[in-house]
């Protein structure tokens, strides 16, 4: 089991099951920034305290009146009790199932309505190197799972001088080739404790955005200095949440 902790926002009722753990290495992963601002450059999230099986989470569900649920990670679709979670929010609460936030391991799941898919690299060999995975196993799961009717958005990490513009760019046209009117969300890099990388800037960003839009109908971006993404609650009332278990 991998799923620790339990969400709900009372604003747009929204339950989220929290997962830990990844199948990705990426050295510039976002959730460095944690344990970089605690003291400890360098290392992973830090380990919960407690796990929480299907049938606890199952029975918390039961007592909250929402409409979507979500899973986000860490990479939620690497525990095994994640289908059997979707088959009881689909048909059992009739509620929407999303992938909040996944790498794109495994997609075509059932009883998954939708996901939002962070494609690391166009080049094969960077993708490897950055992640320690194929990139054709993850770009032929998205191609995938949008054939089979889940609703897809696709989100990519702009970090100059390494996944840099001409790799952005790749992406969206290759995504156009399934719909122009799969939404792409642009992230500015974020910069993490023992790594090289700059964050961009607001010229390259919107360069990146007016590039993308060559190809894609709904393109949009965020450019979080680390403050703000270790505070997104002040700002966003998304994640304005209460812990339920």
């Not at 060559?214 to 971006?221: E, F, S």
Request: with cysteine; aromatic share 12%.
């Amino acid at each position: 089991m991998s799923f620790y902790r339990v969400t709900f926002n009372s604003k747009y009722k929204f339950v989220t099951v929290h997962n830990y753990g990844c199948v990705f290495r990426c050295p510039t992963c976002s959730y460095k920034l944690r344990s970089g601002a605690n003291g400890r450059p360098g290392h992973v999230f830090p380990k919960p305290k407690r796990f929480l099986n299907a049938e606890q989470i199952m029975l918390v569900l039961k007592k909250v009146n929402f409409k979507t649920l979500y899973f986000m990670g860490g990479e939620p679709t690497i525990t095994p009790e994640l289908e059997k979670l979707l088959h009881f929010g689909k048909t059992v609460l009739g509620v929407k199932t999303v992938l909040g936030h996944c790498n794109g391991w495994k997609l075509n799941l059932s009883n998954l309505d939708s996901a939002n898919v962070g494609l690391k690299a166009w080049d094969p060999e960077l993708h490897l190197a950055f992640t320690g995975k194929p990139k054709q196993l993850i770009f032929n799961n998205f191609k995938d799972a949008f054939y089979t009717g889940i609703e897809l958005k696709a989100n990519v990490v702009f970090i100059p001088g390494l996944i840099d513009l001409s790799e952005i760019d790749a992406i969206a046209k290759w995504i156009s080739s399934l719909s122009p009117d799969i939404p792409l969300h642009i992230m500015g890099y974020i910069p993490v404790p023992g790594q090289p990388y700059q964050r961009p800037s607001a010229e390259q960003m919107a360069k990146a955005v007016s590039a993308c839009r060559a190809y894609l109908t709904n393109v949009n971006m965020s450019h979080l200095t680390p403050e703000q993404a270790l505070n997104l609650n002040k700002t966003d009332d998304r994640f304005f949440v209460q812990e339920i278990t």
